[in-house]
């Protein structure tokens, strides 16, 4: 059968994701690891899916070491939540995924692997809401809330796409 997205649970002995409206980041040697990605994507997936069940969502990634793996991780996991996932088939800057889900009429959001400004020893996830601005605080809030305490073994089917090359279009 189909796997779905989980209803999880809180245990004391994972790490406390704290989740912002600028999204979260850790240190790769710290609590930026594929367990957590996946906590955060369930819950981001399990957020989008409650209000937008159905909806496009676009992930990114940067050119850190693991970035395109993580996307995936969390493309797959947030497609187990009846969302539609659409995942970068190349590295793009922020700017880009935040154009492309703006200019999607059926996204609802946009999750970016990256750690932003911080060193190269930095993972994260930055997330976009539908016109490709910072999400709220109510938004942030129910996503925290819904962080579980074990990663989920769910998984969907995701696609690829480009889209850096529209933004870049546009910008001529």
Known sequence: GAWR???????????????GVEGWR?????????ANVAR???????????RFSGSTVLVGFDTRRDSERMALLAGQIMAACELSIVVSDRPCPLPA?????AHDSSCV????????????????????QSDGG?????????VERRVAGHPTSA??????????SGYVDALV
Do not use: Y
Request: hydrophobic share 45%.
């Open 97 to 101: 995924l935040a154009w492309s889900a």
């Open 134 to 142: 910072p999400v709220n605080e109510s938004f942030a809030e129910a």
């Open 5 to 19: 997205c989980g209803k999880g649970s809180r245990v004391a002995d994972m790490s406390v994701i704290r989740f």
């Open 40 to 50: 955060l994507a369930e819950a981001l997936g399990r957020t989008w899916a409650s």
């Open 109 to 128: 959001g946009a999750v970016m692997v990256t750690a932003s400004g911080k060193s190269h020893k930095h993972g994260g996830i930055l997330v976009r």
């Open 26 to 34: 850790a240190r790769v040697d710290a609590g930026f690891d594929r």
């Open 155 to 164: 998984r969907g089917q995701i696609e690829r796409a480009d889209f850096v």
